[in-house]
């Protein structure tokens, strides 16, 4: 069954960064925009922000506009979201979306105070 493959979480200290990719598995996701989420503990999924299929495009959440970017690379058929300044609040299960693609599995961002 097709889905989205997340990577590139892990522990990180605050202020500091992580870069975490998307990928499709069983399928490309060039054809698709891609969006980003992440879901807290106890709290729902918070959209992130969006890129077009060009990649031309990419809007983003007030929360994170001035931290986190989101790029593409269709040749190597994966979209990235660079995030920067770091805070414990940002502590998630960040997950990339397609339209019409079942959810995978996530990547686990933690951030230390």
């Known amino acids: 069954q097709v889905h989205l493959v997340e990577s590139g979480g892990g522990l990180v200290q605050t202020g500091g960064s992580l870069r975490l990719s998307c990928v499709g598995s069983?399928?490309?996701?060039?054809?698709?925009?891609i969006s980003w989420y992440r879901q807290a503990p106890g709290k729902e999924r918070e959209w992130l922000g969006t890129?077009?299929?060009?990649?031309?495009?990419?809007m983003y959440a007030p929360s994170v506009k001035e931290r986190f970017r989101i790029s593409r690379d269709n040749v190597r058929e994966t979209v990235f979201l660079q995030m920067k300044i770091l805070q414990p609040e940002d502590t998630a299960v960040y997950y990339c979306?397609?339209?019409?693609?079942?959810w995978g599995q996530g990547t686990q961002v933690i951030v230390s105070s």
């Open positions: 890129i077009t299929i060009t990649g031309d495009e990419s």
């Open positions: 979306k397609a339209h019409d693609v079942p």
């Open positions: 069983g399928f490309s996701i060039n054809p698709y925009a």
